[in-house]
């Protein structure tokens, strides 16, 4: 069956780094899309940044650009999402996610994707 399992979330200082993995099994991994998501308590879950199948092209939410940087290994079936110079404002708890929709990936449309992780929490104390 399909599993997307993130981990490397935690708790850090503003300004610090984290470095968020997510593994897939159960699917053709090189040929979706992958994206990571987050939600803060209260709050819709926002689409944070998605790759295409090769790592060539990437779209990123404004909130993070220039701050988190997504990548993906096809030989290992993992996604990856370097984030710097956290913020407390990026509290919430990250969900990977995969999706065969491009349409889903130009517009960082979470109803598009299809398989989902469990989620990792990172929080980020001022």
């Known amino acids: 069956q399909v599993q997307l399992v993130e981990s490397g979330g935690g708790s850090v200082q503003a300004g610090g780094s984290l470095r968020l993995s997510c593994a897939a099994s159960?699917?053709?991994?090189?040929?979706?899309?992958m994206g990571w998501f987050r939600q803060a308590p209260g709050k819709e879950r926002e689409g944070v940044a998605d790759?295409?199948?090769?790592?060539?092209?990437?779209y990123y939410a404004d909130s993070v650009k220039g701050r988190f940087t997504i990548s993906r290994d096809n030989a290992k079936k993992t996604v990856y999402l370097q984030m710097n110079t956290l913020k407390p404002e990026d509290t919430a708890v990250y969900y990977c996610?995969?999706?065969?929709?491009?349409?889903?990936?130009?517009?960082?449309?979470?109803?598009?994707?299809?398989?989902w992780g469990q989620g990792t929490q990172v929080t980020v104390s001022s």
């Open positions: 159960g699917f053709t991994f090189s040929s979706n899309y």
């Open positions: 790759i295409s199948t090769d790592g060539g092209i990437t």
């Open positions: 996610a995969a999706t065969s929709s491009n349409y889903a990936l130009r517009t960082l449309w979470a109803g598009g994707f299809e398989y």
